[in-house]
């Protein structure tokens, strides 16, 4: 499941290459990459949180997650960071 708006570059090509992806495995995958309010089951169901984003303010989404145990994927930038995952520093702010 991969929901949520598209606010930069890096959003944008993220969706392109997973809409594809959810077109070859429909079964298999949901993209929604607009807002979504994302219910407490899929909270709860979630094992990697993928965050593309190169700004994030504040970084809500990767607590919201975490708290239900899912990794967070994603660059340290802003708000980033604070709870166990994969994070990348970002070598270009380029929108």
Known sequence: VV????VD???TYAAAKLVPLQQKFPQH???HAQYFRVPMELHA???ICLMPSRDEPFG???I???LYGA???GFLVGGL???PGVYARATSYNR
């Open 81 to 83: 960071g604070k709870m």
């Open 45 to 47: 169901a979630t094992d």
């Open 71 to 73: 990794l967070c994927v």
């Open 29 to 31: 995958m949901f993209v």
């Open 60 to 62: 809500y989404v990767d």
């Open 3 to 6: 929901v949520g708006p598209v």
């Open 64 to 66: 919201e997650f975490g």
């Open 9 to 11: 570059s890096h959003g």
